[in-house]
């Protein structure tokens, strides 16, 4: 399906104040800009900023998306493969894919100010403990109980651990994600069986 001229110029504004956002956050921390500065930097007003994003944190690390109830469907119910590595692995690729944040220079320069700003630390680990708990919930769903809290907190840990690296070792930034975390992938199915 073709993106409307909208479409299309929304998502560029969304990145472009994704971009800015980041980029001040770089340069003078989470807490030493404004909404104010954020607009003066993407060149629009301080109400666009504020129809496309809720807070300095959606911005910084983007917004807070809901499941898939399509995937999430498949999933419990033990899709798409079959087995709940590849199953994971395919479902938290395709959410990253849906929710438009396969743009790897700005994945790259996300894992930059998230590394290295405390306060976007604590925001992200408050937000991954969230999402966690929800995702463990969905492999409990799908493999029962007795597959253990543990178990599905540590696969998820890995995977995000993974996708980490994916991003962490971007050195071609015209690559799409998708191959970015298929590779890493790759190489820890590797590192794991060798």
């Known amino acids: 399906m073709t993106a409307t001229k909208w479409e299309v110029r929304r998502a560029e504004t969304t990145r472009r104040l994704e971009r800015c956002a980041l980029e001040l956050t770089r340069d003078r921390g989470f807490d030493g800009w404004t909404m104010d500065d954020l607009a003066a930097a993407a060149e629009v007003s301080r109400r666009t900023v504020f129809n496309y994003f809720d807070s300095k944190a959606d911005l910084v690390l983007g917004p ?61 680990h408050e937000r991954f403990e969230v999402v966690l708990e929800r995702s463990v919930d969905l492999i409990l769903q799908r493999e029962g109980q007795a597959y253990g809290v543990q178990r599905a907190r540590l696969l998820l840990q890995l995977l995000v651990t993974i996708f980490d690296a994916a991003v962490a070792n971007a050195s071609d930034v015209t690559r799409s994600m998708t191959d970015l975390i298929n590779e890493a992938v790759a190489d820890a199915r590797a590192v794991l069986t060798s």
């Open 64 to 124: 807070v998306h809901e499941n898939n109830d399509e995937l999430v469907a498949v999933f419990v119910a033990g899709g798409p493969t079959g087995h709940l590595w590849n199953d994971v692995v395919h479902t938290a690729t395709r959410t990253v894919e849906e929710e438009g944040a396969d743009d790897v220079e700005l994945a790259v320069l996300r894992r930059k100010v998230i590394v290295s700003d405390p306060k976007v630390i604590a925001i992200a």
